[in-house]
């Protein structure tokens, strides 16, 4: 066992924390948008030795009975570089005992041995045709947080029913096999592979389908940052964009390496804009580097930034990414299908709460676009289905800065995506343009799309709980607001409980997502706004946006109008104050 989240336990009974042992203890974690994700500390609700050995226990139970082949197949298993020394728990450990849990039932085990970015993991299981993947990763979450996250045999991340059956599986086998505590077995076992540089050289050659212009890039005069947020990218970006033809970008010294206290971070989430980014933007300018590209933690997310003619920065938006990679990917689809009849099979998918903008582009070019629920699981196991029927899926994007361009992997994947968005810069300055002027040329062809995304924090279950309740009941039980602040509401689609009002069944087109919370007003100006709870962190999100028709120039109105709705939407709908909600502090 682990004496330290041993003696948390004896310390926790020893003062009579009771409400805290209950805490720890009386629940389990659920999968949520991205496998189980908790605090490394001891009990049943947290991540630990013990709570990784009864999931890969759950996961051996599951596989056994629905893959034959398992014992041919194998799992794969990665791991990022987080660690906590008060727990004793590091994600090599936890990557460890997962593989010692396999490797005692003799399943073959591919895991690595280095930190690796999280889309390796279900590259790999592709690769190799295995019947699953485990990425011991917390991603963004703050230092003190862990994760499990699984990937089925195609190469997506599990989605229901498989995740409540693993759940049930874990809980029947709760009880560690003599063997799962074994992780010298790591090194004795004969059924334990090391895919690292198989899989590094493996991807890094795939990255050629989605480079176009490698001859430009090896002569572009553009200067690149990179920052990996002191988790797993740095030699990966490094890597990838010598793939391209670029010189390597210029890493952020104080970031390079792996730090699992995220030392010069506020928080470990490049998401939050140029407050996290400032040692990069110090570092461009004192190199001239016009461009920075900063992956999150484990290296599945990308943020992006360029320098203005006017010596600020433009830190882009997940959304305003999306619509410079959705038109990158579809003019060097065309460039290379010059026949129209061929665009028929395209596709591009996005999450439901992201911007529409895909759906323009595929209105005017006649592609196709499909969006899913929120969680790039829906994103990959809809990509798998699309290629098997023979379509091609070109990219997918979350608006949580989630992208994928191609489908090489199943997953969000930030190591290609820096090295597609260098490309990008690269041929637009060749013709001398930014990727800002670049957008707005964007906005001009298929219509304004701009939107606003933030959150309030709330550690309070039963206030969430209520505050979707009001929102369901507000005139009346079951009939949801008809208006918020000045703007009238015309319809309601609620993900959580099936409900759509603009079908003419009344019945929702997304599948039921019962264990969390989401609801989308349509409001009559056109706004679209979204409330939900994240599957990943005690947050509840707001996204609005505002999508205008083509040649539509007068923005200032349309970012004052959105401004107010998003404004009477916190204020109204989450009020705040009474629910002692805390606004975002970055």
């Not at 509840?540 to 040649?551: D, H, L, S, V």
Request: proline share 5%; net charge negative.
């Amino acid at each position: 066992s682990n004496p330290q989240t041993w003696k948390q336990m004896e310390s926790l009974v020893r003062e009579g924390h009771v409400v805290e042992l209950r805490r720890r203890l009386c629940s389990r974690m659920t999968f949520g948008t991205a496998g189980l994700r908790a605090e490394m500390s001891a009990g049943f609700a947290c991540i630990n030795d013990l709570t990784v050995i009864q999931s890969t226990q759950g996961m051996y139970k599951y596989l056994a009975k629905y893959v034959p082949d398992l014992k041919t197949r194998g799992l794969v298993v990665g791991f990022d570089t987080r660690a906590q020394t008060s727990s004793g728990c590091t994600s090599e450990r936890l990557a460890r005992l997962t593989a010692a849990v396999m490797l005692c039932k003799d399943v073959p085990v591919y895991l690595f041995s280095t930190y690796v970015p999280t889309p390796f993991v279900p590259y790999a299981v592709m690769k190799y045709g295995a019947a699953a993947g485990v990425m011991i990763t917390a991603s963004h979450n703050r230092k003190e947080d862990n994760g499990y996250k699984v990937y089925w045999h195609n190469g997506a991340q599990i989605s229901s029913p498989h995740d409540k059956e693993i759940l049930r599986c874990i809980e029947e086998s709760s009880e560690p096999w003599p063997g799962s505590w074994n992780e010298d077995l790591v090194e004795s076992s004969r059924l334990r592979r090391d895919p690292l540089e198989d899989v590094c050289r493996s991807y890094m050659e795939e990255l050629n389908t989605i480079c176009f212009h490698r001859e430009l890039n090896t002569m572009s005069p553009l200067k690149f940052v990179h920052s990996s947020f002191h988790g797993v990218g740095h030699n990966y970006v490094q890597r990838a964009f010598q793939q391209f033809g670029f010189p390597p970008p210029i890493p952020v010294p104080e970031q390079k390496d792996p730090d699992p206290d995220f030392s010069t971070v506020s928080c470990p989430n490049p998401e939050e804009g140029e407050s996290v980014l400032e040692l990069s933007l110090r570092l461009a300018e004192r190199e001239e580097a016009r461009i920075v590209v900063a992956t999150d933690p484990d290296a599945d997310r990308l943020a992006v930034a360029e320098q203005n003619d006017n010596c600020g920065w433009k830190v882009f938006t997940g959304n305003e990414l999306a619509a410079l990679l959705g038109w990158w990917m579809l003019f060097n689809w065309k460039e290379a299908h010059p026949d129209p009849a061929d665009t028929e099979r395209v596709y591009m998918l996005a999450t439901t709460v992201s911007s529409k903008i895909l759906k323009a582009f595929a209105r005017i070019e006649g592609f196709h676009f499909e969006e899913t629920l929120p969680g790039f699981k829906w994103i990959g196991n809809r990509i798998h289905e699309l290629t098997k029927t023979g379509k091609e899926v070109i990219f997918s994007f979350e608006e949580s800065i989630g992208f994928l361009c191609g489908n090489m992997v199943l997953d969000k994947d930030g190591v290609s995506t820096a090295a597609v968005v260098a490309e990008m810069a690269a041929y637009l300055h060749t013709k001398n343009l930014s990727m800002n002027q670049q957008l707005i040329n964007i906005y001009e062809i298929y219509g304004y799309h701009i939107s606003r995304t933030s959150y309030v924090i709330c550690n309070d279950p039963p206030t969430i709980h209520r505050i979707f309740s009001r929102l369901r009941n507000s005139g009346g039980s079951g009939v949801y607001p008809e208006s918020c602040g000045d703007y009238c509401i015309t319809h309601i689609r609620d993900v959580t409980t099936g409900y759509d009002s603009s079908q003419p069944d009344k019945k929702c087109v997304l599948p039921l997502s019962r264990n969390s919370q989401m609801v989308t007003f349509t409001f009559q100006n056109g706004i679209v706004a979204t409330l939900r709870t994240s599957g990943t962190e005690p947050k509840i999100k707001y996204y609005t946006e505002f999508c205008a028709a083509p040649g539509e120039r007068d923005i200032s109105s349309l970012e004052e109008e959105l401004r107010k709705v998003t404004a009477a939407l916190v204020e109204e709908f989450l009020e705040p104050e009474k629910n002692n909600l805390l606004h975002r502090s970055v």
